[in-house]
Structures are given as structure tokens and as C-alpha cells.
């Protein structure tokens, strides 16, 4: 199989898409394509797939082992892909805060592989942000202070029994 340069365009702000691959028919030179873009971008954003639940789980298993979400249900019968979905009683967004998906755990997961499949005919937007480049911006005073900060994250405010 010939290995192939994956077309990656930087986006404005931050991440980067991929264009012109198939998510569910990668070599092993794309998996490390894309691996080294998710590092270098924060982000990868893909249009026009269509994954069935089994494909889902072998691309993410294909990047790194899969930390199951433990305060989503699981899709039936796939107990390996979380289901992030809102109900028609819901007047908020899920995760609707900036946050890190994971960061609670002792160990994060190297990211999360998100596929929407019901899509409102506007809004329903997920955003991002560079914290690299938020911390470029910050003047070397500043930089020098946020250095030695540490931070204890917890789920509790959000999930837990008042979250």
C-alpha cells in the first residue's frame, strides 16, 4: 500500500482539518499523520465521514487506548462510546463551561473522538481553544507567576450529587 501525505489545512485560531481520507480505512502512516497533527494542532476537525459505532471505536482505539466516560451512558451495545446527548427537558448545553474533557482523571485521556449524529439546524456549536497560545500572549511577568501554579481538578461541581 502506498503511503499517502494527508491534506492538513490550519484553522483559523486553532486546530486543523484533514481532508481527503477515510476515517475507517487508514494505513498506519495516516494513524501517525494524524497523531503527529493532533499534536502539533490541539485539534483535528473531519467533514463528511460516516463511521458505524465499530468503526468508531477501532479509529480511536487505533490513536490511543480508549478511557471510557464514566458519567455518560453508554450507547447501547457499544459500552465503549459514551453517548453525549441532550434531552428535549434540557434548557442548558452539556459541558456549556470551558473545559477539558478528562482532566479530573489521575490519568487524562489523550483526547476524545467526537461524531455528531443529530445535529440542531443551528446552534449546538463546540468551541475550542489553544491554551498555548492563550499562554504565549501572557507577559513574561505573568508567564513567571502561572509557571509555578499547580491545579487540582474534580468532577463534583459538575457531576456529583448538586452539580
Known amino acids: ?12 485560531g486553532c486546530g486543523a482539518h484533514v481532508a481527503d481520507v477515510d476515517l475507517a ?12 497533527a493532533l499534536f502539533d494542532h490541539g485539534v483535528l476537525f473531519f467533514r463528511g465521514q460516516t463511521l458505524t459505532p465499530e468503526q468508531h471505536i477501532a479509529l480511536a482505539e487505533r490513536i490511543a487506548p480508549i478511557d471510557v466516560n464514566r458519567f455518560f ?3 447501547p451495545g457499544y459500552p465503549m462510546i459514551a453517548k453525549v446527548e441532550k434531552s428535549k427537558e434540557q434548557t442548558t448545553n452539556i459541558g456549556g ?20 449524529r443529530d445535529l440542531p439546524p443551528s446552534g449546538g456549536d463546540t468551541l475550542f ?8 500572549t501572557l507577559d513574561e511577568d505573568l508567564k513567571a507567576l502561572v509557571r ?3 491545579a487540582v481538578h474534580g468532577s463534583d461541581h459538575v457531576f456529583g450529587e448538586k452539580g
Open 1 to 12: 500500500m502506498l503511503d499517502t501525505a494527508l491534506r492538513i489545512t490550519p484553522a483559523t
Open 25 to 36: 480505512r487508514l494505513t498506519d502512516s495516516e494513524v501517525g499523520q494524524l497523531r503527529q
Open 73 to 75: 451512558p453508554a450507547a
Open 97 to 116: 463551561g470551558w473545559h477539558t474533557d478528562h482532566s479530573y482523571d489521575v490519568e487524562p485521556a489523550m483526547g476524545s473522538v467526537l461524531v455528531a
Open 129 to 136: 481553544a489553544d491554551m498555548y497560545a492563550a499562554f504565549d
Open 148 to 150: 509555578g501554579l499547580r
